[in-house]
């Protein structure tokens, strides 16, 4: 018999954490509480199998905090750490736990913490099991996000949706998936903790169902924001409105699903490319250089070309003087290179990185670890042998965007920026493909 459990705990950080993913050495230190942050696991147990599904309201983790928060609650219930998967819903008004070079310090306590908190939601799940059944369902949401680094370029609108039932049919649980950037709050709050558009739809879909806990799963956003005619006082909940009413409806129509709970935990090898000595020391000598002189002529071509979407906003963010912005730009490229230096000609050119997949009646949640763009969640959809399937990005772990051949061809942020973020190697074209096959492999054995 199928027995769930949900429960929710406190990530809301204390005085002095950095929130991150808004700029270059902002020191982001959160002023207001907008909303408050949350760990909430979905535990679900079928005879020998159990899979653990924990959305967590943080920008991004890595495999320390993952293999830490998963150590404690296989320790504490005694089930196999393959079976758990940790998730962040990517605010960017929140902290991260496992730091990104130059877009905010991470609070090793804060830290410690947050994975406890994770931790203690999962183990509260498991203690609240009751017996219940599955329902699913999925339809398409156009027209609230778009492309950003191609015009016209393709976006995965897919919302699936999860709805676990008491035994008496009463919602206990909801899982939503869908895949845009949440920055809406960002550019209006951005010294502001806050949950962005997964807060929105977590309170609403709670609204439109007493009773039931809703975890929001964030999907593949790499290239992917909400329309930015959005980020106005008046209208920034419109998107998460939009998905609250597309959701409820697609809840209470969701169709009987089976009861079979099932893990898969894999590793993909992906190939990269070694840094050239050139491409590290250009970036440096003009650091070095722009420093001694104080000059922040022509950056936008050069140093900025590929660390900014936007260099306007880079300005402005930091309070419209630009030679700050230049000079948190230099400081990256100096900092980023004295680590690479040291042995990047020793490394080899792949990277693996975990791919793992749960599987709740005949919805399969496929994550990965990465900023995934959406042309890969979209052949890995056509390829799973679900009809279901969430996309659950920025999991277990952080390896920076998984761009396609376009934008590494064109050195684009995700290209060519994001890998120095992580201290780690440019993709390659094959590498997007290398993660979805292994995604699909993950699938396919869920049974």
Excluded at 70 to 88: V, Y
Excluded at 107 to 118: L, T
Excluded at 435 to 443: G, N, R
């Amino acid at each position: 018999m199928l027995h769930v459990g949900v429960a929710r705990t406190d990530l809301t950080p204390y005085w002095g954490v950095e929130l991150t993913g808004w700029g270059y050495y902002m020191e982001r230190r959160w002023q207001r509480i907008h909303d408050r942050l949350a760990a909430t696991a979905l535990v679900a147990q079928n005879e020998d199998h159990v899979a653990v599904l924990i959305a967590l309201d943080l920008m991004v983790i890595d495999t320390a905090f993952t293999q830490r928060t998963r150590s404690m609650i296989s320790e504490a219930i005694g089930i196999p750490a393959s079976s758990i998967l940790l998730t962040c819903s990517h605010s960017h008004n929140a902290p991260a736990a496992g730091g990104l070079l130059g877009v905010g310090d991470c609070d090793p306590f804060y830290e410690d913490w947050a994975s406890r908190q994770a931790a203690t939601a999962a183990i509260l799940a498991w203690n609240n099991r009751q017996p219940a059944t599955f329902l699913c369902n999925s339809i398409n949401v156009p027209d609230i996000s778009f492309n950003r680094t191609r015009t016209n370029g393709v976006v995965d609108s897919r919302l699936t949706v999860l709805r676990v039932n008491r035994a008496d049919g009463t919602p206990l649980a909801v899982v939503a998936n869908f895949g845009a950037h949440p920055t809406v709050t960002t550019e209006l709050r951005p010294w502001d903790v806050s949950r962005d558009i997964p807060g929105v739809v977590s309170d609403g879909l709670e609204a439109a169902f007493p009773g039931a806990t809703a975890l929001y799963i964030q999907g593949a956003c790499g290239d992917t924001n909400f329309y930015r005619e959005f980020m106005t006082e008046t209208r920034w909940r419109e998107p998460g409105e939009r998905l609250i009413a597309e959701a409820t409806k697609l809840v209470r129509d969701a169709t009987p699903s089976t009861s079979t709970v099932s893990a898969d935990q894999r590793i993909s090898v992906l190939p990269t490319r070694r840094w050239t000595e050139e491409e590290l020391m250009v970036g440096r000598r003009e650091a070095e250089r722009r420093i001694a002189t104080k000059d922040s002529s022509n950056w936008r071509e050069t140093i900025g070309r590929s660390m900014t979407n936007r260099p306007e906003d880079m300005i402005r963010r930091h309070g419209g003087d630009e030679w700050k912005a230049v000079a948190a730009m230099c400081r990256f490229h100096i900092e980023w290179t004295d680590k690479m230096l040291v042995d990047y000609q020793s490394r080899p050119e792949v990277l693996e990185t975990e791919v793992q997949s749960l599987r709740f009646g005949d919805v399969g949640i496929v994550a990965n670890s990465s900023e995934f763009f959406s042309p890969f969640a979209i052949d890995v959809r056509q390829r799973s042998p679900l009809q279901h399937v969430m996309m659950a990005c920025y999991s277990n772990g952080r390896i920076g965007y998984l761009p396609d051949e376009h934008d590494i061809t064109v050195r684009s942020y995700a290209g060519y920026q994001s890998p120095k973020y992580c201290n780690q190697f440019p993709f390659t074209p094959v590498s997007g493909p290398a993660i979805c096959d292994a995604m699909v492999a993950s699938l396919q054995a869920l049974g």
